[in-house]
Protein backbone atom coordinates (compact mmCIF):
# COMPACT_ATOMS: atom_id res chain seq x y z
CA UNK A 1 0.00 0.00 0.00
CA UNK A 2 1.47 3.51 -1.19
CA UNK A 3 2.60 5.86 1.62
CA UNK A 4 -0.75 7.91 2.87
CA UNK A 5 1.73 10.73 3.72
CA UNK A 6 2.14 11.11 0.08
CA UNK A 7 0.00 9.87 -2.09
CA UNK A 8 -0.15 8.64 -5.64
CA UNK A 9 -2.20 11.21 -7.70
CA UNK A 10 -4.06 9.30 -10.99
CA UNK A 11 -5.45 10.23 -13.95
CA UNK A 12 -8.07 7.71 -14.91
CA UNK A 13 -9.54 6.82 -18.19
CA UNK A 14 -12.83 4.74 -18.43
CA UNK A 15 -13.37 3.24 -21.86
CA UNK A 16 -16.98 2.78 -23.40
CA UNK A 17 -18.34 -0.90 -23.36
CA UNK A 18 -22.07 -0.77 -21.85
CA UNK A 19 -22.91 -2.70 -19.02
CA UNK A 20 -19.20 -4.07 -18.89
CA UNK A 21 -18.44 -0.42 -17.30
CA UNK A 22 -19.75 -1.13 -14.23
CA UNK A 23 -16.71 -3.06 -13.47
CA UNK A 24 -15.21 0.70 -13.51
CA UNK A 25 -16.83 0.97 -9.75
CA UNK A 26 -15.28 -1.68 -8.65
CA UNK A 27 -11.53 -0.74 -10.31
CA UNK A 28 -12.75 3.03 -8.25
CA UNK A 29 -12.97 1.11 -5.26
CA UNK A 30 -9.79 -0.51 -5.86
CA UNK A 31 -7.73 2.74 -5.89
CA UNK A 32 -9.47 4.87 -3.26
CA UNK A 33 -8.56 1.39 -0.76
CA UNK A 34 -5.16 1.13 -1.63
CA UNK A 35 -4.63 5.43 -1.08
CA UNK A 36 -4.37 6.50 -4.56
CA UNK A 37 -6.04 9.84 -5.16
CA UNK A 38 -8.15 10.25 -8.51
CA UNK A 39 -7.50 13.97 -9.81
CA UNK A 40 -8.82 13.80 -13.51
CA UNK A 41 -10.94 11.89 -15.30
CA UNK A 42 -11.40 11.05 -18.90
CA UNK A 43 -14.04 9.17 -20.00
CA UNK A 44 -16.60 8.21 -22.79
CA UNK A 45 -19.96 6.26 -22.75
CA UNK A 46 -20.14 3.96 -19.95
CA UNK A 47 -16.97 5.57 -18.73
CA UNK A 48 -18.77 8.98 -18.79
CA UNK A 49 -21.52 7.99 -16.44
CA UNK A 50 -19.36 6.06 -13.64
CA UNK A 51 -16.93 8.93 -13.87
CA UNK A 52 -18.69 11.73 -13.66
CA UNK A 53 -20.90 10.32 -11.08
CA UNK A 54 -17.40 9.70 -8.98
CA UNK A 55 -16.77 13.38 -9.46
CA UNK A 56 -19.71 14.64 -8.00
CA UNK A 57 -19.29 12.29 -4.59
CA UNK A 58 -22.33 10.25 -5.81
CA UNK A 59 -20.97 6.99 -6.42
CA UNK A 60 -22.35 5.27 -3.06
CA UNK A 61 -26.13 6.58 -4.35
CA UNK A 62 -25.39 4.67 -7.91
CA UNK A 63 -23.84 1.64 -7.02
CA UNK A 64 -26.60 1.33 -4.61
CA UNK A 65 -28.98 1.97 -6.69
CA UNK A 66 -27.64 -0.06 -9.81
CA UNK A 67 -27.04 -3.48 -7.70
CA UNK A 68 -31.10 -2.80 -6.78
CA UNK A 69 -32.59 -2.66 -10.49
CA UNK A 70 -33.56 -5.63 -12.18
CA UNK A 71 -34.28 -6.10 -15.93
CA UNK A 72 -37.70 -5.14 -16.03
CA UNK A 73 -36.64 -1.93 -14.66
CA UNK A 74 -34.50 -1.19 -17.30
CA UNK A 75 -37.18 -1.64 -19.45
CA UNK A 76 -39.47 0.80 -17.86
CA UNK A 77 -36.74 3.35 -18.34
CA UNK A 78 -36.29 3.02 -22.19
CA UNK A 79 -38.20 5.90 -23.76
CA UNK A 80 -38.76 4.49 -26.91
CA UNK A 81 -39.29 6.90 -29.81
CA UNK A 82 -38.75 4.90 -32.96
CA UNK A 83 -37.14 7.55 -35.03
CA UNK A 84 -35.16 6.75 -37.91
CA UNK A 85 -32.08 8.09 -35.96
CA UNK A 86 -32.56 6.39 -32.74
CA UNK A 87 -34.43 3.62 -30.27
CA UNK A 88 -34.77 5.54 -27.23
CA UNK A 89 -34.73 9.16 -26.85
CA UNK A 90 -33.26 8.64 -23.33
CA UNK A 91 -34.74 11.19 -21.09
CA UNK A 92 -36.26 8.94 -18.84
CA UNK A 93 -32.73 7.33 -17.91
CA UNK A 94 -31.09 10.66 -17.63
CA UNK A 95 -34.24 12.38 -16.01
CA UNK A 96 -34.04 9.12 -13.21
CA UNK A 97 -30.10 9.85 -12.65
CA UNK A 98 -30.34 13.40 -11.85
CA UNK A 99 -33.35 12.53 -9.76
CA UNK A 100 -31.16 10.23 -7.81
CA UNK A 101 -27.99 11.96 -7.63
CA UNK A 102 -28.71 15.48 -8.54
CA UNK A 103 -26.67 17.13 -11.63
CA UNK A 104 -24.07 19.97 -11.67
CA UNK A 105 -22.19 22.02 -13.74
CA UNK A 106 -18.21 20.47 -15.23
CA UNK A 107 -16.46 23.30 -14.20
CA UNK A 108 -17.69 23.19 -10.89
CA UNK A 109 -16.54 19.65 -9.91
CA UNK A 110 -13.65 18.40 -7.19
CA UNK A 111 -12.29 16.72 -10.10
CA UNK A 112 -11.06 17.30 -13.65
CA UNK A 113 -13.25 16.16 -16.01
CA UNK A 114 -13.80 15.29 -19.70
CA UNK A 115 -16.71 13.53 -21.70
CA UNK A 116 -15.86 12.82 -25.00
CA UNK A 117 -18.43 12.26 -28.01
CA UNK A 118 -18.45 12.40 -31.38
CA UNK A 119 -19.19 14.41 -34.42
CA UNK A 120 -20.33 12.23 -36.65
CA UNK A 121 -20.83 14.56 -39.34
CA UNK A 122 -17.30 16.25 -39.21
CA UNK A 123 -16.25 12.53 -37.81
CA UNK A 124 -13.95 13.86 -34.87
CA UNK A 125 -13.81 13.81 -31.41
CA UNK A 126 -15.49 16.60 -29.09
CA UNK A 127 -14.41 17.13 -25.64
CA UNK A 128 -17.06 17.82 -23.12
CA UNK A 129 -15.33 19.86 -20.33
CA UNK A 130 -18.29 22.37 -19.55
CA UNK A 131 -21.28 22.87 -19.01
CA UNK A 132 -23.91 20.30 -17.09
CA UNK A 133 -23.05 16.92 -16.85
CA UNK A 134 -25.65 14.84 -17.44
CA UNK A 135 -25.70 16.94 -20.83
CA UNK A 136 -22.36 16.09 -21.65
CA UNK A 137 -22.90 12.51 -20.07
CA UNK A 138 -26.30 11.95 -22.67
CA UNK A 139 -24.05 12.94 -25.61
CA UNK A 140 -21.23 10.60 -24.82
CA UNK A 141 -23.70 7.69 -24.29
CA UNK A 142 -25.22 7.93 -27.40
CA UNK A 143 -25.12 4.37 -29.00
CA UNK A 144 -25.54 4.64 -32.19
CA UNK A 145 -29.19 3.34 -33.48
CA UNK A 146 -30.07 2.74 -29.83
CA UNK A 147 -30.32 5.89 -28.37
CA UNK A 148 -31.07 9.51 -30.37
CA UNK A 149 -28.17 11.50 -31.32
CA UNK A 150 -28.13 14.56 -28.54
CA UNK A 151 -27.87 17.85 -31.00
CA UNK A 152 -25.26 20.69 -29.26
CA UNK A 153 -24.39 23.79 -30.65
CA UNK A 154 -25.49 22.86 -34.11
CA UNK A 155 -23.81 19.22 -34.32
CA UNK A 156 -25.16 16.17 -33.47
CA UNK A 157 -23.07 13.78 -31.17
CA UNK A 158 -23.08 10.58 -30.55
CA UNK A 159 -21.26 7.91 -28.65
CA UNK A 160 -17.67 9.06 -27.87
CA UNK A 161 -16.39 5.23 -28.30
CA UNK A 162 -17.18 5.49 -32.25
CA UNK A 163 -13.84 6.76 -32.47
CA UNK A 164 -11.97 6.40 -28.88
CA UNK A 165 -13.10 3.64 -27.03
CA UNK A 166 -10.06 4.57 -23.99
CA UNK A 167 -9.84 8.52 -24.50
CA UNK A 168 -6.44 8.94 -23.03
CA UNK A 169 -5.62 12.11 -24.74
CA UNK A 170 -8.10 14.16 -23.07
CA UNK A 171 -5.38 13.27 -19.92
CA UNK A 172 -2.13 14.55 -21.67
CA UNK A 173 -1.90 17.93 -19.61
CA UNK A 174 -2.59 16.45 -16.64
CA UNK A 175 0.07 16.81 -13.55
CA UNK A 176 -0.94 13.55 -12.33
CA UNK A 177 1.70 11.19 -11.36
CA UNK A 178 -0.01 8.32 -13.00
CA UNK A 179 -2.50 7.22 -15.93
CA UNK A 180 -4.30 4.42 -15.58
CA UNK A 181 -6.82 3.57 -18.12
CA UNK A 182 -9.57 0.97 -18.37
CA UNK A 183 -10.21 -0.81 -21.32
CA UNK A 184 -13.78 -2.60 -21.53
CA UNK A 185 -12.89 -4.14 -25.06
CA UNK A 186 -10.00 -6.82 -23.76
CA UNK A 187 -9.15 -10.62 -24.64
CA UNK A 188 -12.69 -12.74 -25.36
CA UNK A 189 -12.63 -15.16 -22.68
CA UNK A 190 -13.91 -18.70 -22.79
CA UNK A 191 -17.54 -18.23 -21.70
CA UNK A 192 -18.75 -19.29 -18.75
CA UNK A 193 -22.23 -20.32 -17.09
CA UNK A 194 -24.14 -16.60 -16.79
CA UNK A 195 -25.08 -16.00 -13.26
CA UNK A 196 -28.52 -15.12 -12.43
CA UNK A 197 -29.97 -11.83 -11.94
CA UNK A 198 -28.89 -9.54 -8.70
CA UNK A 199 -32.20 -10.19 -7.33
CA UNK A 200 -33.03 -14.01 -6.42
CA UNK A 201 -32.14 -12.89 -2.68
CA UNK A 202 -34.59 -10.67 -0.82
CA UNK A 203 -33.54 -7.34 -1.12
CA UNK A 204 -34.98 -4.56 1.16
CA UNK A 205 -34.25 -1.81 -0.81
CA UNK A 206 -36.09 -2.77 -3.79
CA UNK A 207 -39.15 -1.32 -2.92
CA UNK A 208 -37.56 2.16 -2.54
CA UNK A 209 -36.27 1.48 -6.39
CA UNK A 210 -39.09 0.10 -7.58
CA UNK A 211 -41.33 3.36 -6.70
CA UNK A 212 -38.25 5.59 -7.31
CA UNK A 213 -38.40 3.85 -11.17
CA UNK A 214 -42.46 3.79 -11.53
CA UNK A 215 -42.34 7.73 -11.40
CA UNK A 216 -40.59 8.19 -14.67
CA UNK A 217 -42.42 4.91 -16.10
CA UNK A 218 -46.29 6.91 -15.81
CA UNK A 219 -48.77 5.04 -17.24
CA UNK A 220 -46.68 4.61 -20.62
CA UNK A 221 -46.75 0.79 -21.61
CA UNK A 222 -43.64 -1.49 -21.24
CA UNK A 223 -41.84 -2.12 -24.48
CA UNK A 224 -44.12 -4.70 -26.44
CA UNK A 225 -41.93 -7.19 -27.71
CA UNK A 226 -39.83 -5.57 -30.31
CA UNK A 227 -37.85 -7.14 -32.74
CA UNK A 228 -34.43 -7.18 -30.77
CA UNK A 229 -32.37 -8.64 -33.28
CA UNK A 230 -31.01 -5.85 -35.54
CA UNK A 231 -29.95 -4.43 -32.29
CA UNK A 232 -28.00 -7.31 -30.78
CA UNK A 233 -26.09 -7.33 -34.11
CA UNK A 234 -25.84 -3.90 -34.40
CA UNK A 235 -24.15 -4.06 -30.71
CA UNK A 236 -22.19 -7.09 -31.85
CA UNK A 237 -20.45 -5.09 -34.91
CA UNK A 238 -20.18 -1.75 -32.21
CA UNK A 239 -18.07 -3.96 -29.92
CA UNK A 240 -15.98 -5.37 -32.48
CA UNK A 241 -15.56 -1.68 -33.98
CA UNK A 242 -14.49 -0.36 -30.62
CA UNK A 243 -11.89 -3.70 -29.84
CA UNK A 244 -9.94 -3.03 -33.00
CA UNK A 245 -9.74 1.04 -32.28
CA UNK A 246 -8.95 0.47 -28.51
CA UNK A 247 -5.47 -2.06 -29.85
CA UNK A 248 -4.59 0.75 -32.36
CA UNK A 249 -5.35 3.61 -29.44
CA UNK A 250 -3.70 2.09 -26.75
CA UNK A 251 -0.43 0.93 -28.78
CA UNK A 252 -0.35 4.40 -29.91
CA UNK A 253 -0.60 5.59 -26.47
CA UNK A 254 -0.04 3.72 -23.88
CA UNK A 255 -1.40 4.37 -20.39
CA UNK A 256 2.16 4.01 -17.44
CA UNK A 257 -0.66 1.47 -16.39
CA UNK A 258 -3.71 -0.93 -18.13
CA UNK A 259 -6.68 -2.57 -16.95
CA UNK A 260 -8.51 -5.18 -19.24
CA UNK A 261 -11.98 -6.50 -18.98
CA UNK A 262 -13.14 -9.24 -21.18
CA UNK A 263 -15.14 -8.03 -24.17
CA UNK A 264 -17.73 -10.94 -23.61
CA UNK A 265 -17.74 -10.18 -19.92
CA UNK A 266 -21.62 -9.21 -20.12
CA UNK A 267 -24.15 -8.26 -22.89
CA UNK A 268 -23.58 -4.32 -23.78
CA UNK A 269 -27.35 -4.04 -22.17
CA UNK A 270 -26.88 -6.80 -18.83
CA UNK A 271 -27.24 -4.16 -16.24
CA UNK A 272 -28.73 -6.74 -13.73
CA UNK A 273 -25.08 -7.97 -13.53
CA UNK A 274 -23.93 -5.39 -11.76
CA UNK A 275 -23.07 -6.72 -8.44
CA UNK A 276 -20.62 -9.32 -11.12
CA UNK A 277 -19.20 -6.72 -13.25
CA UNK A 278 -18.28 -4.35 -9.74
CA UNK A 279 -16.68 -7.66 -7.79
CA UNK A 280 -14.92 -7.92 -11.60
CA UNK A 281 -13.49 -5.16 -11.71
CA UNK A 282 -11.90 -4.87 -8.09
CA UNK A 283 -10.41 -8.48 -8.76
CA UNK A 284 -9.11 -7.28 -12.41
CA UNK A 285 -7.91 -4.15 -10.48
CA UNK A 286 -6.22 -6.14 -7.74
CA UNK A 287 -4.88 -8.52 -10.56
CA UNK A 288 -3.23 -6.10 -12.93
CA UNK A 289 -2.16 -3.46 -11.20
CA UNK A 290 0.09 -5.92 -8.45
CA UNK A 291 3.03 -4.33 -9.99
CA UNK A 292 2.15 -0.80 -9.12
CA UNK A 293 1.56 -1.87 -5.26
CA UNK A 294 5.20 -3.61 -5.85
CA UNK A 295 6.68 -0.80 -6.96
CA UNK A 296 5.34 1.90 -4.11
CA UNK A 297 6.62 -0.85 -1.32
Same mark, same amino acid.
Given at each position: ?????????????? #????????????????????? +?????????????????? +????????????????????????????????????????? $????????????????????? @??????????????????????????? %????????????? $? %????? @???? @??????? #???????????????????????????? !???????????????????????????????? =????????????????? %??? +????? %??? =??????????????? !?????? +????????????????
Amino acid at each position: MPNNSHKKTISLVL #GSGGARGLAHIGIIRWLDEHG +YQITSISGCSIGALIGGI +YAMNKLDDFEQWVCAIRRMDIVKLLDISWQKNGLVKGDKII $NSLIDLVGNQLIEELPINFTA @VATDIQNQKEVWLTSGKLFDAIRASIS %LPLFFTPVHRNGI $N %LIDGG @VLNP @VPIAPTF #GDATDITIAVNLNGTIQVSQEKPQENLV !EPNPFYEKIRHFIDQFSGSEKALEQPDWGMYD =IANQAFDAMQTAISRQK %LAA +YPPDY %LIE =IAGNACGTLEFERAK !EMIALG +YQMADQQLTELITNES
